[in-house]
């Protein structure tokens, strides 16, 4: 097992659980309410080449694809589980949607590949330090001008949701998103201006959207 191998956290925290991943976060989540505005704020042209990193089951990555055809989009995720179901979703769909296998801190493009990137639900897996190397990978793939939209966890924004994060920062990946420092990883790697743009409730805590820019 490689370095890498040994750090990766499946999406659902326990391998057994990923078949379960789309039934889940659809019930945990407002999925397709948070996931259809970060599309819609990302305003891509046709032309974009996309990358969504951490694409899971690909739910993100096909309605990019779908609501914008004649986009290049691509998905990159480490779990080859997850890349097996998002392949059966693909085909099923009909469309065309490059899969690749990496991580998000070392991801296999050039320098300026990417007119948007984008995360959902991905980041908070991630060490605190594999969090700033993403972020810095991110800045790298992207053109300039280019734009990163993220949803994730992130500070409580009322007092509800205070409560049910008190549950959610157990884990250890998850305290920096609750700690609000999202931003100032965004920031550090260069990002200017970082913008949050929503905030939802769910059940697992605040999601809250995010719209960065490379200058």
Request: charged share 25%; net charge positive.
């Amino acid at each position: 097992m490689s370095s890498k191998d040994a750090k990766f956290i499946p999406a659902l925290r326990f391998n057994i659980l990923t078949p379960l991943y789309d039934f889940l976060i659809n019930k945990f989540f407002r999925e397709r309410q948070f996931k259809e505005e970060l599309v819609r704020q990302a305003d891509i042209d046709g032309r974009y080449r996309i990358l969504d990193i951490g694409c899971g089951t690909a739910t993100l990555t096909i309605m990019i694809k779908k609501a914008h055809p004649e986009a290049e989009v691509t998905g990159l995720d480490f779990d080859r589980k997850i890349i097996e179901i998002a392949e059966a979703k693909i085909q099923k769909e009909m469309i065309q949607i490059t899969l690749v296998r990496g991580s998000s801190f070392e991801i296999p493009f050039p320098d300026g590949s990417f007119d948007r990137v984008f995360s959902s639900l991905m980041l908070h897996h991630l060490t605190t330090e594999h969090k700033y190397a993403t972020a810095r990978e991110v800045f790298r793939v992207l053109r300039p001008g280019g734009e990163f939209h993220v949803a994730d966890f992130a500070k409580p924004h009322n007092k509800l949701m205070y409560g049910v994060s008190q549950f959610t920062k157990m884990f250890e990946e998850v305290a920096d998103n609750i700690r609000g420092m999202l931003p100032g990883i965004f920031a550090a790697a260069g990002f200017e201006p970082v913008r949050k743009t929503a905030d939802y409730s769910t059940l697992l805590g605040t999601v809250s959207l995010y719209k960065v820019v490379k200058p």
